[in-house]
């Protein structure tokens, strides 16, 4: 572990809340905790260090390669979101049966029931961070490590 020095320091008050912003985004980002010494620290040693213009040229190619990362696996995930918003409007119009006059009434009813459920389940699930196709990616990687049955033996052999 290296020894650091403290060493008391005066700011402008303006810039207490930027770098305190700064230290909550890297942490959120980074999901651990950076904090305000070390973003100040990293500020001084670029100031310092006197970033040659390959250096930033580096820096900035490694922003803009994890920002196209980023951007796939957005692409991806709408793509997935959209094929399944797609897939659930046709089986719901292919099966649901028309209504008549007073079951429409009790459907409409039962049907604000349900959407304001759902509203609030879609709540609590975006204040936690719980994403659904997390959770699809959690599902589809689970299935892949777990052994094949019995009966799904490649060669058919029962052990």
Known sequence: MTTRTRLNLYFDPALIPQIESL???RSQALRRTVSKSAIVEAAVMSYLSGDSADQLEAAMSRRLDKLGRQIDTLDMDLAVLGETVAQFIHFWMTLTPPLTGAAQSAARTKGAERFESFMQNLGRRLATGDRFLKEIS?????????????????NG???
Do not use: F, G, M, V
């Open 157 to 159: 052999d029962q052990e």
């Open 23 to 25: 230290a909550s985004r």
């Open 138 to 154: 959690r599902d589809l990687d689970s299935l892949h490590d777990e052994p094949l049955q019995d009966e799904e033996q490649p």
